[in-house]
């Protein structure tokens, strides 16, 4: 079964600046990842599919990118709404999901 | 526009069972499967099963699968997950969840979860 190590556990950072979340699979997946928005008391909300492309709604200034076991998941410029935790996916019929960055505000 | 809405809150003892619904609107029922998914607290998300809503066929994660059923009601546009013999470690929050028709297979439409508490 394919496991997923998210990095940074925790990333600390202001309004404004550039969030980069990593994940890496533990066998190479294609470019069958997808990247997961949750905030707290909410469901997840799907905000990238196969690795780069954006669900509807998700604002221009996230992307990913990345393919085979390295995944990138970019902010440019952080908004308030953007703390939150992320997951990555492997899309497939089960999962599964990365543990989670958490993404705070310093 | 695709709505799921689950029913609500539960408290359980252990070894009790809990049934939860997950009502769907906006679309063709028959034409998606259904997943269910749960999140211990503090935890990631973990994939327990889906139903073929048109045909009634299921599977199951194998680590529940001997506890573990989903149904569905076409009827109603409903459809059930019972998790029996709780334990305490089956205190989550669950999800149904749908594919999005855009996005190639990842799961865009969420219901808003149930909380699950196993506790004596």
């Known amino acids: 079964e394919i496991e997923f190590t998210q990095s940074p556990a925790t990333l600390s950072l202001s309004p404004g600046e550039r969030a980069t979340l990593s994940c890496r699979a533990s066998?190479?997946?294609?470019?069958?990842l997808g990247w997961y928005q949750q905030k707290p008391g909410q469901a997840p909300r799907l905000l990238i599919y196969?690795?780069?492309n954006r669900a509807t709604g998700t604002p221009a200034r996230f992307s990913g990118s990345g393919s085979g076991t390295d995944f990138t998941l970019t902010i440019s410029s952080l908004e308030p709404e953007d703390f939150a935790v992320y997951y990555c996916q492997q899309r497939s019929n089960w999962g599964p999901f990365g543990q989670g960055t958490k993404l705070e505000i310093k | 526009q695709v709505k799921l809405v689950q029913s609500g809150i539960e408290v359980k003892e252990p070894g009790a069972s809990v049934k939860i619904s997950c009502k769907a609107s906006?679309?063709?029922?028959?034409?998606?499967?259904m997943h269910w998914l749960r999140q211990a607290p503090g935890q990631t998300l973990e994939w327990m099963g889906r139903i073929k809503v048109g045909s009634g066929i299921t599977k199951y994660s194998q680590q529940i699968q001997e506890r573990f059923s989903i149904t569905s009601d076409t009827s109603a546009t409903t459809v059930y997950m019972e998790l029996s013999s709780l334990r305490s470690e089956d205190t989550a929050v669950y999800y149904c969840?749908?594919?999005?028709?855009?996005?190639?297979?990842?799961?865009?439409?969420w219901g808003q979860g149930t909380l699950v508490t196993v506790s004596s």
């Open positions: 066998q190479s997946i294609g470019r069958y």
């Open positions: 906006g679309y063709t029922f028959i034409s998606y499967d």
């Open positions: 196969d690795a780069s």
């Open positions: 969840a749908r594919i999005s028709a855009d996005s190639n297979g990842y799961w865009g439409h």
